[in-house]
């Protein structure tokens, strides 16, 4: 049984433009150009001005990390404005909210 989870750039499943990138990263890597599914996946993850324009983050919405959240008994949710993908995975700020998590348990 889990007593304690923590997601970070994760939600319940991938928004329609996630699906679609990612449905393009798998048919280049099928078709032998893994260099360029990579450097796809490199220009959505780089942030702006060279990040793709559009929401902070291709693959999740906000709505699908809150509906992530209500899905998960005591589920609560961060939710960093304008910041992409990677955020949540490499800053400190992050970083510390998921401790302060952690320890709060």
């Known amino acids: 049984m889990v007593r304690r989870l923590i997601l970070a ?8 433009s996630g699906r679609q990138l990612l449905t393009q990263v ?3 890597v099928h078709a032998g150009d893994p260099r360029r599914a ?6 959505t993850l780089a942030p702006r001005p060279l990040g793709y324009p559009g929401s902070a983050d291709r ?5 699908l990390f809150r509906r992530t959240a209500t899905g998960i008994a005591g589920g609560q ?10 955020y949540a995975g490499a800053s400190k700020t992050a970083a510390d ?7 709060a348990g």
């Open 9 to 16: 750039a994760a939600a319940c499943r991938l928004s329609p």
């Open 26 to 28: 798998a048919r280049l």
């Open 38 to 43: 990579s450097a796809l996946v490199a220009g």
């Open 59 to 63: 693959y999740y919405s906000e709505g």
């Open 77 to 86: 949710v961060v939710i960093f404005p304008r910041k992409g993908h990677l």
């Open 97 to 103: 909210i998921a401790l302060g998590f952690e320890l």
